[in-house]
């Protein structure tokens, strides 16, 4: 995953980048959350890892900021790297919408807890907006191309993805078109034939 690491202080910074590329992810840094907010813009990341306190744009902010981003292309996972111990200064950063603290002195441990979370619940986002997005199916049998260009019936490919289960019905203008058109003709097909009155029995 590409991680984003917003601290002004250069020694957090440093420790924070070696932690991180050490467990196999690619890191960017900014010096405060203006610097962040404008590689958002214009590069690919999957988390930000953003102090707390910091100068101009604080963490708590930013996370505001990226949860109140309409047009972002995908989401962003946000873990909020503080000092702060206190159950007032968790909830107001979770009601800043962060999903993740973690606490100063950096724990290496916990941060390679907290990314692997991070990456399922990234991973998992991945695979809802694929689904939510324009998707190849076939206009004749409705098979759906998946990412590797193999093709799956619809509704393996969407069981596979997601917890949805299927049952069937049929819409009302199928009934109309389908389904009323082959009552009638198994109807027609059992009902008795009129018999001619001329091959009917006479009293005797």
Not at 65 to 78: A, C
Request: a negative charge.
């Amino acid at each position: 995953m590409r991680v984003l690491l917003v601290d002004d202080d250069r020694t957090s910074q440093i420790v924070l980048t070696a932690s991180v590329e050490e467990l196999g992810h690619v890191s960017v840094c900014a010096a405060d959350g203006d610097e962040a907010w404008g590689i958002l813009q214009t590069q690919s990341i999957h988390v930000v890892i953003t102090d707390w306190l910091m100068p101009r744009l604080n963490g708590v902010d930013l996370c505001r900021r990226i949860r109140s981003w309409r047009s972002r292309p995908s989401y962003l996972y946000v873990i909020l790297l503080t000092v702060l111990q206190d159950k007032a200064s968790y909830l107001k950063g979770m009601d800043a919408g962060a999903d993740d603290f973690l606490s100063k002195p950096l724990d290496t441990d916990q941060l390679g807890a907290r990314l692997r979370v991070a990456e399922r619940i990234v991973n998992m986002q991945t695979r809802l907006d694929q689904l939510q997005g324009l998707l190849p199916i076939c206009c004749y049998c409705h098979d759906i191309r998946d990412e590797n260009g193999v093709w799956h019936a619809l509704e393996s490919y969407i069981a596979s993805r997601t917890r949805a289960t299927f049952s069937h019905s049929i819409c009302p203008g199928c009934y109309t078109t389908h389904v009323q058109p082959d009552l009638d003709s198994m109807e027609a097909k059992v009902r008795p034939a009129s018999i001619p009155e001329k091959d009917l029995c006479q009293p005797l």
